[in-house]
Nanobody, 124 residues
Framework: QVQLVESGGGLVQAGGSLRLSCAASGRTFSSYGMGWFRQAPGKEREFVAAISAIGDRTYYGESVKGRFTISRDNAKNTVYLQMNSLRPEDTAVYYC?????????????????WGQGTQVTVSS
């Protein structure tokens, strides 16, 4: 069982930056591939970024490539999402997710554990 708790969301102006954190419980964090997703009102959950279990590989959604960076610190059981050059269309609830294994997965249903989400609002 893994519990995930996101933090770091908030209100920021367009062009600004935020860093989201996702703290995980459990002693086997380093065996879980991690992902970030987001969901805006009335829209489907969208893949943002994924990172392998040991952090040697990453993958990004097209809309955030070059602006967002996913990273992890397995000693702290935490995964991060650094978001730069934010745009109003980045406004959404951001979720982190975990699944056992090392794949870089973009489909929400393939993840086993989810956090409660953190709101990111980008004003124009």
């Amino acid at each position: 069982q893994v519990q995930l708790v996101e933090s770091g969301g908030g209100l920021v102006q367009a062009g600004g930056s935020l860093r989201l954190s996702c703290a995980a419980s459990g002693r086997t964090f380093s065996s879980y591939g991690m992902g970030w997703f987001r969901q805006a009102p009335g829209k489907e959950r969208e893949f943002v970024a994924a990172i392998s279990a040991i952090g040697d590989r990453t993958y990004y959604g097209e809309s955030v490539k070059g602006r967002f960076t996913i990273s992890r610190d397995n000693a702290k059981n935490t995964v991060y999402l650094q978001m730069n050059s934010l745009r109003p269309e980045d406004t959404a609830v951001y979720y982190c997710a975990a699944r056992e294994g090392d794949g870089l997965l973009t489909v929400p249903r393939l993840y086993t554990y989810w956090g409660q989400g953190t709101q990111v609002t980008v004003s124009s």
